[in-house]
């Protein structure tokens, strides 16, 4: 995901239009994620991974990453659902993957956003705290987007519901009284 910010609704006094002033002298901030739960004891609720960096991901930095992933599910078997971003597919991927055990990969099809529940957790992040967002520098936009995860991650029912929009999930636990 790009975190360039969004410009989104605002109100102002009728006839002065709100302006975003900014100087935009960052270039690009990206971040991976990753949302998962555990099938075999889904009452341990959904874990949200995510990884920020200048610039864009290619597949050395996605490949890093996904070696962070091994660490933070600590050995456990785990099913990465990715999209069609060509760095998920090349060549150096493909062989990465290939050399792990803990790991298999499958794939969403050509174009389905409504599939992937990280595509929800992207969009609900995007839409509160980085818009309108006219930080100077990457630090700005990164300390608004780690907000974003800190209130989704609080709320133990989010992470659930981008999961079970997409279908293939248990149910999540009910709520004790």
Known sequence: ??????????????????LLRHRLNWKRASMAGALGYHAAGP???????????????DTAALIEVLEQRKVFYDGEQVILVRDGLSAHWNRAMRAWVAEQDW???????????????????????????????AGDHLADVADATEQ?????????????????HTGPTPHPPTPPN
Request: proline share 14%.
């Open 103 to 133: 790991l298999t990969l499958e794939q969403l099809p050509a174009y389905a956003p409504e599939l992937n529940p990280v595509e929800l957790l992207w969009s609900s992040l995007k839409k509160r705290e980085p818009a309108n967002l």
């Open 1 to 18: 995901m790009s975190l360039l910010p969004q410009v989104r609704r605002t109100y102002a006094p009728r006839g002065r239009t709100p």
């Open 43 to 57: 009452e341990r609720g959904p874990r949200l991974c995510f990884h920020l960096k200048p610039g864009s991901y």
């Open 148 to 164: 974003g995860i800190h209130r989704i991650n609080d709320n133990p029912q989010l992470p659930w519901s981008f999961l079970t």
